[in-house]
């Protein structure tokens, strides 16, 4: 499976502050990170993303993007197992976190390495393209957070 990409940046509605930042999203639903790239192409970002967080592991490179989104709850690696490997190779990078499930979220942030991240981290789905602009936005302006060890 290979990351989705815009096609043309020739054509890309890029302007204003979100010009030349740069998203990743990882979700394994096709829809959702096909869905979510759009949005962010549309609201001027350079969004990619992939619905195989190993394939996005696999070809990470450092201080490529200014935000990374992981869904939590995926097959094979899920988001915060992502994350501590992302974090090994970038320290610096910026991550979010997208969850449906309440029940996994809760029960997740009552692990002791979790439970010590921003709640502005973690963004819930369903959320409206508005909303999802604003809080990347507020995220990206932020000072960084604290990370895990």
Not at 27 to 49: C, I, M, P, T, W
Not at 92 to 112: G, P, Q, V, W
Not at 121 to 130: T, V
């Amino acid at each position: 499976m290979k990351p989705r990409k815009s096609g043309d940046k020739s054509k890309s509605r890029r302007t204003g502050e979100n010009e030349n930042k740069r998203i990743l999203i990882v979700d394994d639903e096709r829809d959702v990170s096909l869905v979510l790239k759009k949005v962010f192409d549309n609201a001027g970002f350079a969004a990619e993303s992939y619905d195989d967080p190993i394939l996005a592991l696999k070809n990470f490179r450092t201080g490529s993007f200014d935000l990374i989104l992981l869904d939590i709850k995926m097959p094979e690696m899920d988001g915060f197992s992502l994350y501590k490997q992302l974090k090994k190779q970038d320290i610096n990078a910026k991550i979010c976190f997208l969850t449906a499930s309440e029940m996994y979220f809760s029960r997740l942030r009552k692990d002791e390495d979790f439970c010590k991240l921003d709640e502005d981290l973690f963004i819930h789905k369903p959320i409206g393209n508005e909303e999802l602009i604003r809080k990347v936005n507020a995220l990206l302006n932020s000072i960084p957070t604290r990370v895990l060890d």
